[in-house]
């Protein structure tokens, strides 16, 4: 379904569409679930952790090191929750965005947060949805709810091809 026409910048009409491909993991331990607090555009949001693919990277590798980078801790992803497409309202920045399920094993030694991140919080699912307007897009309510209720994709399903 094409984006409603007000949603879409006017810069947007004209320049070639290129999503931002990003990944992000939603980790669950004890009921809780790790998120990041970061500051965009002057606000503190929640977000799950996340971040760009880098060239060469796998989607699984990025997912990994950006969980690791974020919050200190040892991610693994487990399964694939989704692809969510997300165009923010009123501008040219897509997204496409890879989440991933991830199993948690413990804080890294020595480990040093990006320096985006305020902090680092393990929410309850209640304190979660409590903290909706704070969320900094729709894909942070979404990526839990689909880790809670919808399926998983074995992480097999993504395949990473070179011209070799």
Same mark, same amino acid.
């Given at each position: *379904?094409? +984006?409603?026409?007000?949603?879409?910048?006017?810069?947007?009409?004209?320049?070639?569409?290129?999503?931002?491909?990003?990944?992000?993991?939603?980790?669950? !331990?004890?009921?809780?679930?790790?998120?990041?607090?970061?500051?965009?555009? @002057?606000? !503190?949001? /929640?977000?799950?952790?996340?971040? %760009? /693919?880098? %060239?060469?990277?796998?989607?699984?590798?990025?997912?990994?090191?950006? +969980?690791?980078?974020?919050?200190?801790?040892?991610?693994?992803?487990?399964? /694939?929750?989704?692809?969510?497409?997300?165009?923010?309202? $009123?501008?040219?920045?897509?997204?496409?965005?890879?989440?991933? +399920?991830?199993?948690?094993? @413990?804080?890294?030694?020595?480990?040093?947060?990006?320096?985006?991140?305020?902090?680092?919080?393990? !929410?309850?699912? #209640?304190? !979660?949805?409590?903290? $909706?307007?704070?969320?900094?897009?729709? *894909?942070?309510?979404?990526?839990?709810?689909?880790?809670?209720? @919808?399926?998983?994709?074995?992480? #097999? *399903?993504?395949?990473? /091809?070179?011209?070799?």
């Amino acid at each position: *379904m094409p +984006a409603p026409e007000s949603n879409i910048a006017p810069e947007a009409k004209t320049a070639p569409w290129r999503p931002f491909t990003t990944v992000a993991i939603v980790t669950e !331990l004890d009921g809780r679930y790790l998120l990041v607090e970061e500051r965009i555009d @002057g606000a !503190l949001v /929640l977000n799950q952790p996340a971040g %760009h /693919l880098e %060239h060469g990277e796998t989607l699984v590798a990025a997912a990994r090191r950006e +969980a690791r980078e974020e919050t200190g801790w040892d991610i693994e992803p487990t399964a /694939l929750l989704g692809i969510f497409q997300f165009n923010r309202p $009123r501008s040219v920045h897509s997204y496409l965005r890879f989440t991933f +399920a991830a199993s948690a094993h @413990g804080p890294l030694n020595g480990a040093t947060l990006d320096p985006d991140i305020h902090a680092v919080h393990w !929410l309850s699912y #209640d304190d !979660l949805c409590a903290a $909706r307007p704070r969320h900094r897009s729709p *894909m942070v309510q979404r990526s839990v709810d689909a880790a809670r209720d @919808g399926p998983r994709y074995p992480l #097999d *399903m993504l395949s990473f /091809l070179t011209d070799s």
